[in-house]
């Protein structure tokens, strides 16, 4: 039971991402089941996230759109070759 | 439970659309690198928002992020997609420019930063999803970058953890890490605004 326990807090974000596989999946539903900790723990961050994803923001309209004044200072610049990306991989 | 993780809820425009017009900029093409500011410039303005809490200093970071990529399309080799390369340079930009203005108190999201509660909601429960949104911004604005930043893209824009770990430039394993991490703050900072569970 300890061990399940630890796999299941271990790997909580990975079955919330449905990224288990399947038979870890098996072992973790069957923990979840019956822990009074990791069961409220995952159904709260399932809550969470279906939260955090409703405050993305919408598509911009075009009088808050950024678009304009990144093109301005394009246009004041060089082309490639120039300088060096911060953080380019 | 949730988004299967190998089903990207962002892919913004076909991959072989943007190969196309990268190459193009590559050549020095102007106007193809214009039409890939106008794909990705208010998306990107979208997630640095979320990690600066400026829209002024959102808007710097996504230009600054924009003359950068320009400067040095050159030498993006491909070997990621565009626009996961131009959000790691504004990530990083974001990140240098509140390291430079940490001591600045932050400012508040606009209004129109946040989408309103559903106007089909009772008075009480547009009350809730307020106070929820509210205690949300707030326990996000409380992360550290490290930790923020993968929140950010991960759970609120969507990208799959592949991407948003590509762009953190952080293996897999090391960006899940810290993505439960800010699961669990968040999680803590907001328990009691969330929805209850439903009583069996």
Redesign the interface.
């Known amino acids: 039971m300890y061990r399940d326990h630890r796999f299941a807090q271990r790997r909580m974000s990975d079955a919330l991402d449905e990224a288990l596989t399947p038979r870890q999946q098996a072992r973790f539903a069957r923990h979840v089941a019956d822990c009074p900790e990791c069961g409220p723990l995952l159904r709260s961050l399932i809550r969470l996230r279906g939260v955090l994803r409703s405050i993305a923001t919408p598509s911009v309209p075009p009088e808050h759109s950024v678009v304009p004044g990144v093109l301005q200072r394009l246009r004041d610049e060089p082309g490639p070759g120039s300088a060096p990306a911060r953080g380019s991989p | ?5 190998e089903a990207p809820t962002v892919t913004p425009v076909p991959a072989s659309e943007d190969a196309d017009l990268v190459a193009r ?2 050549q ?1 093409d ?1 106007l193809a ?2 039409d890939l ?2 794909r990705y ?2 998306r990107l ?2 997630v640095v ?1 979320r990690l600066v809490d400026d829209r002024h200093d959102a ?1 710097e970071a ?2 600054e992020a ?12 491909g ?2 997609q565009f626009f996961t ?1 131009l959000y ?2 504004g ?3 974001a990140h ?1 420019l509140t390291g430079r203005r940490a001591a600045r108190p932050a400012v508040s999201l606009d209004e ?4 309103p509660a559903d106007p089909a909601l009772g008075p009480d429960a547009r009350a809730q999803h307020d106070d ?2 509210a205690a ?2 707030s326990a996000i604005r409380a992360l550290d970058h490290d930790y923020r930043a993968p ?1 950010v893209l991960r ?4 990208l799959s ?1 592949a991407q948003a770990a ?1 762009i953190m ?1 952080l293996g897999e394993a090391a960006f ?1 890490s810290r ?2 991490r800010a ?1 669990l703050a ?2 803590d900072a ?2 009691d605004h ?2 209850q ?1 439903p009583r069996a």
């Not at chain 2, 924009?66 to 080799?77: H, M, P, Q, V």
């Open positions: 439970m949730g988004d299967a993780d900029a590559k020095g102007r690198f214009e500011v106008r410039a208010d303005h979208a928002l808007e996504t230009q924009f003359l950068r990529a320009w400067r040095s399309i050159d030498r993006f080799k070997d990621s390369w790691r340079i990530v990083n930009e240098r129109q930063d946040v989408p929820l949104r949300l911004e929140l759970d609120v824009e969507g953890t590509a430039g899940k993505l439960h699961r968040v999680r907001v328990r969330l929805p569970e």
